[in-house]
């Protein structure tokens, strides 16, 4: 995700990135510093690429991840855009769901205040039903876990063989209005 022209080219991005997967102009490992720094470009108007990346068990996340959600909603005012990074996913949430909190808030609301969000996870059926239904846009790669198959073909909008017979580098891009996404492949691997 971090080739994206539109990650590259955003002004005010924040990441949740607990395994160092993206390149943020500042990075911190806890949530006061994260806001401390936050809170000073948006006093001086400038913008900012801020990774907040917490190293801690997956039960723990939880309670950061809603700290990190809370922060964007506060942020968050309609009048400029912010994009929001939560990698790995299903590693902050302890349900599959409804998203419940801050968190489930900012991916049913945050599109209304600015926030454009954009979620990664190794396991589909892992995540909220919410941040499923709430995702505009699915993309669907290469799948070497079969208990994940039926529910990736069901958002790529194909068969569990299609998702199977997926290449590495290969993926299914769908949109809510497509019936079925587009087969593409990655530029790099």
Same mark, same amino acid.
């Given at each position: ?38 809170? #000073? ?6 913008? =900012?690429?801020?990774?907040? *990346? &917490?190293?801690?068990? %997956?039960?723990? /996340? ?17 009048n400029k855009i912010v994009y929001v990074v939560i990698e790995e ?20 609301? #945050? ?6 969000? =954009?979620?990664?996870?190794? *396991? &589909?059926?892992?995540? %909220?039903?919410? /941040? ?58």
């Amino acid at each position: 995700m971090c080739q994206l022209k539109t990650l590259k080219q955003a002004k005010k991005i924040i990441y949740w990135d607990p395994y160092h997967d993206h390149v943020a102009k500042e990075r911190f490992d806890n949530v006061p510093d994260f806001m401390r720094c936050l809170s #000073g470009h948006l006093k001086r108007g400038t913008g =900012f690429s801020i990774a907040l *990346s &917490v190293d801690k068990p %997956p039960e723990l /996340l939880c309670i950061d991840l809603e700290k990190f959600c809370d922060i964007a909603w506060q942020i968050a005012d309609g009048n400029k855009i912010v994009y929001v990074v939560i990698e790995e996913v299903a590693d902050a949430f302890d349900t599959t769901g409804k998203a419940k909190g801050r968190s489930g808030q900012i991916f049913r609301a #945050g599109r209304s205040f600015g926030l454009i969000i =954009f979620a990664t996870t190794q *396991s &589909v059926s892992e995540i %909220p039903k919410t /941040l499923v239904k709430q995702c505009g846009t699915k993309v669907v790669f290469y799948h070497n876990d079969y208990s994940d198959i039926p529910r990736a073909a069901q958002l790529a909008g194909h068969r569990p063989d299609d998702i199977t017979a997926l290449q590495v580098g290969q993926y299914y891009i769908r949109s809510n209005r497509m019936l079925s996404g587009e087969l593409k492949r990655t530029r790099k691997l």
